[in-house]
């Protein structure tokens, strides 16, 4: 495939550049349009919230809030009573009888006779465990199948010698590797376009984006250097810009969102409902008490 395969030779591909692609050198400029036309939003200050050092006067705890003052719920129409029509329920008594206790009949089949143990002890002898499937049970005589082997004669018996091996040269030779011819097949042709014939020259690693690109260079940050002695101590600072400069917008108070005429008149509870009202509970006959009756071969209970 090395030898006969040569790379098709087709046309080079133009380059991809735009035009008047050369890029004169300036220094890098960081300043953008946002930061150019940003300006900063100042306020007032709030002022420092300073805790009494004193511990706190005692006083009766006002759990009033403005939330709890303005509310009022709202007084909305009560819903109608979702109650069928004539709905009035007569009273009668509880009627048990059911279909499937009108059609049954019981069946009726000998009683199971009473197993009597003796009260006596035991008596002594020896374990016989006879059983009658033991007794009854005779193994099937078949026909025993028929020995497969092979037709001819029988192989011999190998008899290894007691003592070492003797030496000797190891035959390899199988049945296998001697009988085994491989397929000789036809070679397929050789895969190669036509007229792929390419001229040899060097590589060359040169690109049009090298060319033409020009690196950007920038002022070098300055070296951070630390002191190698200990910091010097003194009052934290803990005022930031942010800090100083932040003022949060004072808006006006939202409106109480409550209904109009929201008033609602004291009344007492009244757990009365109309399911309660109108519902009549259902009484039915007490079951007469049953006892069972031990017959001579059959059982009935009333």
């Given at each position: 495939?090395?030898?006969?395969?040569?790379?098709?030779?087709?046309?080079?591909?133009?380059?991809?550049?735009?035009?008047?692609?050369?890029?004169?050198?300036?220094?890098?400029?960081?300043?953008?349009?946002?930061?150019?036309?940003?300006?900063?939003?100042?306020?007032?200050?709030?002022?420092?919230?300073?805790?009494?050092g004193g511990p706190v006067s005692g006083g009766q705890f006002d759990g009033t809030t403005t939330y709890g003052t303005d509310f009022m719920g709202g007084a909305a129409e009560r819903s109608a009573s979702a109650k069928p029509k004539n709905s009035t329920i007569p009273y009668h008594p509880f009627d048990g009888t059911t279909s499937y206790g009108a059609e049954f009949s019981p069946k009726r089949g000998d009683r199971a006779e009473k197993v009597v143990r003796a009260s006596g002890t035991v008596a002594g002898g020896p374990f016989d465990g006879t059983t009658t499937y033991g007794t009854d049970f005779m193994g099937g005589t078949a026909q025993r199948s028929a020995s497969a082997k092979p037709n001819g004669d029988r192989a011999e018996k190998v008899v290894r010698a007691s003592g070492p091996v003797s030496g000797g040269h190891f035959d390899g030779t199988t049945t296998y590797g001697n009988d085994f011819m491989g397929g000789a097949a036809e070679r397929s042709a050789s895969a190669k376009p036509k007229n792929s014939t390419i001229p040899f020259h060097p590589f060359e690693g040169?690109?049009?984006?090298?060319?033409?690109?020009?690196?950007?260079?920038?002022?070098?940050?300055?070296?951070?250097?630390?002191?190698?002695?200990?910091?010097?101590?003194?009052?934290?600072?803990?005022?930031?810009?942010?800090g100083n400069d932040f003022m949060g917008g004072a808006t006006e108070r939202s409106a109480s969102a409550k209904p109009k005429d929201s008033t609602i008149p004291y009344r007492p509870f009244e757990g009365t409902t109309s399911y309660g009202a109108e519902f009549s509970p259902k009484r039915g006959d007490r079951a007469e008490k049953g006892r069972a009756y031990v017959g001579s071969s059959l059982w009935w209970a009333f």
């Open positions: 495939y090395g030898n006969d395969f040569m790379g098709g030779a087709a046309e080079r591909s133009a380059s991809a550049k735009p035009k008047e692609s050369t890029i004169p050198y300036r220094p890098f400029d960081g300043t953008t349009s946002y930061g150019a036309e940003f300006s900063p939003k100042r306020g007032d200050r709030a002022e420092k919230v300073v805790r009494m040169t690109t049009s984006y090298a060319a033409e690109f020009s690196p950007k260079r920038g002022d070098r940050a300055e070296k951070v250097v630390r002191t190698s002695g200990p910091v010097s101590g003194g009052h934290f600072d803990g005022a930031t810009t942010y």
